[in-house]
């Protein structure tokens, strides 16, 4: 029987070092288990990574939102020097018409010689070239013929009268005319349509008799007021207009018509497309029937409203109180501009911020609820495809944001 003896382990591995070398963190068994995690680790960076940027997307929408909101509310230096030079010519108006009102028309004379070049400026830059013969323009230059070429004439100063007083009045109220006194755009329009009947009812009511009989006969020749006549010699001057602009516009720049300039025919006609007259006169077949009886309407529509020209040409207060509500109801238009268009404006770029930022609270969502983030069964090379995915849908994202922003006018 051999004896027991103790064996020398220094060159054996103990049970402890076997565990050790077993469970070490470099030991997987060959399946990889280091690249996995590895991998797993530079996903989850790259998810949060993703996350960061949306973070950060959002706070650029938030940016640009408010920038955007600014942009609309705030002014510019410009419209901030316009605003306060319109309250200022108002007070001027106010104070000569009370205190030196044979110095009225000079005023408005003023007035017209500045603001119309930039006014034909604008719109021929803005291909609304052909609205620069519409009848408004028309009375607004008979007006400076009567107080500078033809103070003499009657029968001008009865036409005068009669479109001041009638068609451009009553123009504030239907084409919703608004005296927005930062825009030098409305507050011309403004001018175009209240300043003539002003002016009209100084020169006819403010400045003494002496002084009208000796600088506008014209006026002095009228002691009552003939409203057969007046409306016979006003329709003749209407004509002159009405024929001319359509020989000049409707026929001669037909071909302009068509490529899409705009007239306030075709304007009118689309605006009141649904409505029962526009419906009529859209309905008729032919252009040469839709235009005339779009003169026709605009002829008895000039015709009602002259029909109280003799109360405003006999009776001062009548008169005055007349263009005191024309005036007010573009002030109040303009109120409405203000309070309307600026509210409604921010009310789309609160629903446009709400927008983007459920679109992006879903890309949110989508990428916490992902595999990536919750892995349960799945392989590196899924990981790797989901991750793909992912990158190339908040790539395409990113990009058509770009693009609407570049294409967005605040």
């Given at each position: 029987?051999?004896?027991?003896?103790?064996?020398?382990?220094?060159?054996?591995?103990?049970?402890?070092?076997?565990?050790?070398?077993?469970?070490?963190?470099?030991?997987?068994?060959?399946?990889?288990?280091?690249?996995?995690?590895?991998?797993?680790?530079?996903?989850?960076?790259?998810?949060?990574?993703?996350?960061?940027?949306?973070?950060?997307?959002?706070?650029?929408?938030?940016?640009?939102?408010?920038?955007?909101?600014?942009?609309?509310?705030?002014?510019?230096?410009?419209?901030?020097?316009?605003?306060?030079?319109?309250?200022?010519?108002?007070?001027?108006?106010?104070?000569?018409?009370?205190?030196?009102?044979?110095?009225?028309?000079?005023?408005?004379?003023?007035?017209?010689?500045?603001?119309?070049?930039?006014?034909?400026?604008?719109?021929?830059?803005?291909?609304?070239?052909?609205?620069?013969?519409?009848?408004?323009?028309?009375?607004?230059?008979?007006?400076?013929?009567?107080?500078?070429?033809?103070?003499?004439?009657?029968?001008?100063?009865?036409?005068?009268?009669?479109?001041?007083?009638?068609?451009?009045?009553?123009?504030?109220?239907?084409?919703?005319?608004?005296?927005?006194?930062?825009?030098?755009?409305?507050?011309?329009?403004?001018?175009?349509?209240?300043?003539?009947?002003?002016?009209?009812?100084?020169?006819?009511?403010?400045?003494?008799?002496?002084?009208?009989?000796?600088?506008?006969?014209?006026?002095?020749?009228?002691?009552?007021?003939?409203?057969?006549?007046?409306?016979?010699?006003?329709?003749?001057?209407?004509?002159?207009?009405?024929?001319?602009?359509?020989?000049?516009?409707?026929?001669?720049?037909?071909?302009?018509?068509?490529?899409?300039?705009?007239?306030?025919?075709?304007?009118?006609?689309?605006?009141?497309?649904?409505?029962?007259?526009?419906?009529?006169?859209?309905?008729?077949?032919?252009?040469?029937?839709?235009?005339?009886?779009?003169?026709?309407?605009?002829?008895?529509?000039?015709?009602?409203?002259?029909?109280?020209?003799?109360?405003?040409?006999?009776?001062?207060?009548?008169?005055?109180?007349?263009?005191?509500?024309?005036?007010?109801?573009?002030?109040?238009?303009?109120?409405?501009?203000?309070?309307?268009?600026?509210?409604?404006?921010?009310?789309?770029?609160?629903?446009?911020?709400?927008?983007?930022?459920?679109?992006?609270?879903?890309?949110?969502?989508?990428?916490?609820?992902?595999?990536?983030?919750?892995?349960?069964?799945?392989?590196?090379?899924?990981v790797g495809t989901l991750d793909e995915d992912l990158n190339s849908e908040l790539k395409e994202k990113?990009?058509?944001?770009?693009?609407?922003?570049?294409?967005?006018?605040?």
């Amino acid at each position: 029987m051999s004896s027991l003896s103790r064996s020398n382990s220094t060159g054996s591995v103990p049970y402890l070092d076997m565990s050790k070398l077993m469970f070490a963190n470099d030991f997987d068994f060959g399946l990889n288990l280091n690249e996995m995690k590895t991998k797993t680790k530079q996903k989850l960076h790259s998810k949060n990574l993703e996350l960061d940027k949306l973070q950060e997307i959002i706070n650029q929408r938030l940016q640009n939102f408010d920038k955007r909101v600014h942009k609309q509310l705030e002014s510019s230096a410009t419209e901030k020097a316009f605003y306060a030079t319109s309250v200022f010519l108002i007070f001027c108006a106010g104070f000569i018409i009370g205190k030196y009102p044979i110095y009225f028309p000079y005023f408005h004379t003023a007035l017209f010689v500045v603001l119309m070049p930039i006014r034909f400026y604008t719109y021929f830059k803005s291909s609304f070239q052909y609205y620069l013969a519409d009848l408004c323009y028309y009375v607004n230059l008979l007006l400076m013929l009567f107080i500078w070429v033809f103070p003499e004439s009657p029968t001008l100063f009865v036409s005068v009268f009669s479109l001041s007083l009638g068609t451009l009045s009553w123009a504030v109220i239907t084409w919703r005319n608004s005296l927005v006194l930062h825009s030098i755009e409305k507050t011309t329009s403004s001018f175009i349509h209240v300043m003539p009947p002003v002016t009209m009812f100084v020169m006819v009511h403010e400045l003494p008799e002496e002084y009208i009989k000796l600088r506008y006969p014209g006026i002095a020749a009228i002691d009552n007021w003939n409203f057969v006549a007046s409306i016979i010699t006003t329709s003749v001057y209407y004509t002159i207009w009405q024929v001319s602009y359509h020989y000049f516009i409707s026929i001669r720049k037909k071909d302009q018509i068509e490529k899409g300039k705009v007239t306030s025919f075709s304007y009118l006609k689309n605006k009141n497309k649904s409505t029962p007259l526009g419906k009529f006169v859209n309905g008729l077949p032919y252009l040469w029937m839709q235009t005339l009886a779009f003169t026709l309407i605009q002829f008895f529509y000039q015709l009602l409203t002259m029909t109280p020209c003799p109360i405003w040409f006999k009776y001062k207060h009548a008169c005055g109180a007349f263009v005191v509500f024309i005036f007010l109801w573009a002030s109040y238009n303009g109120a409405t501009y203000y309070i309307d268009v600026f509210g409604k404006r921010l009310e789309k770029e609160v629903d446009k911020l709400k927008k983007e930022v459920i679109n992006l609270q879903q890309e949110n969502e989508k990428i916490k609820n992902s595999p990536i983030q919750r892995p349960v069964n799945g392989s590196v090379d899924d990981v790797g495809t989901l991750d793909e995915d992912l990158n190339s849908e908040l790539k395409e994202k990113e990009q058509s944001e770009k693009t609407v922003d570049k294409g967005v006018t605040p």
